[in-house]
């Protein structure tokens, strides 16, 4: 408001250069500090002069000035595209080349915060011959540079296959892959993220993450004290078992599992996201791979999940995973009821209190998720509650199941009445003519007309 602006731009020409320096400094934090701000230094001309004293000048400044269009791009795409327009890019290109490693990280940073907005501006940074120089400073000693530049390849990499590719085609994957085992928390946080985006986008990509032998190393990153590298080491899991069987197999056999199903007992909240989402993944794929999932003991920590979180979409998240594990057979549907599963979820899809979105959401996974699993499921103990509380919808697949089973067991049947089962049956209101009639028809016609009178 007091016009500090225009009076710190013709300082960054001062002859003096720790003062163009300290303009440039100051400049950057006024920018940094929210987007009216950076707007304001748009406007008031400032970049082109950045710009263009930027070659010549010494390393404090070159960061400084850095710094100023890392301050002005992080806020929106708009302000990222000003300083692409303004010719920004070649120079932090050229000062990726510098023989100082604090420049590297400071241009490194700039071009980071400009292609994380989208795929355009990743595009542009790309155009600009950024990717082959921020795969050599991932090779350079200093951990600082490594971290920023991972993140940045992480950036570039994640809004498209094609840009994805580009990074490949740099031979970014063999460099990120050796660091896995780096005992930097913040750079091991970077390269599976790096490697997460990589392999997100489609079968080919994932199989070149895989053939950089990131496993079993990854799994180590699972046992993690850092919650960050554990939730990152899970979701380059995910996004690798997503794709194919063949993927989901490799992994099992890797112990990939077994070793996600630990970290999810192991941690709470979002951490666990990622790994709930991997074995719905890999559940979905085939009977073989659910079955895998089942037998090393991961309906258990999925059932604490839908008791210990609060948040919806995790709940969610480990509704729609179950609902994978039970679907494919009876025995899987089986592996599920008998964790006592199937009344939390009959709770959780009638429970009103959650927002009407979440609501929803989750009660759209909760529904498919039950109805996959009593479609399938003949283990009529876990059925017997659904009776006394089903709404008609849930209701129809329940008596469906019980009119499957109890005409070919007699042990059933008997346990039916004793329980109040047929009972129930009977205060039942169906369209006549209906599905849901036939159903009750079909268990009636197991008794003598005098038992169910």
């Not at 990622?274 to 089942?294: D, Q, R, T």
């Not at 709940?315 to 899987?332: N, S």
Request: hydrophobic letters at 45%.
């Amino acid at each position: 408001n007091s016009g500090v602006l225009s009076l710190l731009r013709p300082l960054l020409l001062d002859v003096v250069p720790t003062i163009q320096q300290t303009a440039a400094l100051a400049l950057g934090r006024l920018a940094n500090y929210n987007d009216a701000l950076a707007e304001a230094v748009v406007k008031g001309n400032i970049l082109p002069h950045l710009v263009c004293s930027l070659s010549e000048q010494n390393r404090f400044y070159k960061k400084a000035a850095a710094f100023v269009l890392r301050a002005v791009g992080k806020h929106s795409p708009q302000l990222a595209q000003a300083i692409v327009q303004c010719g920004a890019l070649e120079m932090l290109v050229i000062c990726l080349e510098d023989f100082d490693p604090g420049v590297k990280e400071a241009a490194t940073w700039a071009l980071g915060y400009i292609s994380r907005h989208n795929s355009e501006l990743s595009q542009a940074v790309v155009d600009a011959g950024a990717v082959p120089l921020l795969v050599l400073c991932i090779q350079e000693p200093e951990i600082a540079l490594k971290r920023i530049a991972a993140s940045t390849l992480s950036d570039i990499s994640k809004h498209s296959p094609e840009l994805a590719q580009t990074v490949v085609d740099a031979g970014a994957i063999a460099h990120l892959a050796q660091m896995i085992l780096n005992p930097d928390a913040k750079l091991k946080r970077q390269v599976l993220s790096a490697l997460s985006q990589i392999a997100k986008h489609s079968v080919d990509l994932a199989e070149l993450v895989v053939e950089a032998e990131i496993f079993p190393v990854v799994l180590t990153c699972l046992k993690d004290s850092d919650e960050y590298v554990k939730k990152n080491g899970a979701t380059l899991i995910r996004e690798i078992a997503k794709h194919t069987p063949e993927l989901s197999q490799l992994i099992v056999n890797a112990g990939g599992v077994a070793a996600v199903i630990d970290c999810i007992g192991s941690c709470r909240g979002t951490v666990r996201l990622p790994g709930i989402m991997m074995l719905g993944y890999v559940a979905a794929h085939s009977e073989n791979l659910s079955m895998a999932v089942i037998v090393s003991k991961g309906i258990p920590p999925l059932c604490a999940c839908l008791i210990e979180e609060h948040e919806d979409h995790i709940k969610a998240a480990a509704v729609w995973a179950l609902g994978q594990v039970g679907r494919h057979t009876p025995e899987h549907a089986r592996a599920v009821a008998v964790a006592n599963v199937l009344p939390t979820l009959l709770a959780m899809y009638m429970d009103t209190r959650s927002s009407e979105d979440l609501q929803m959401k989750a009660s759209i996974f909760t529904k498919r998720a039950l109805k996959s699993i009593l479609q399938k499921c003949t283990y009529l103990p876990a059925l017997e509650p659904l009776l006394h509380d089903a709404p008609p919808n849930i209701m129809k697949h329940v008596i469906g199941q019980f009119s499957k089973v109890l005409p070919h067991d007699s042990k059933a049947r008997r346990l039916f009445v004793t329980t109040g089962g047929l009972k129930k049956v009977q205060e039942i209101k169906a369209e006549p003519g209906s599905l849901l009639q036939e159903y009750i028809n079909t268990i009636n016609s197991c008794y003598p007309e005098e038992i169910v009178r």
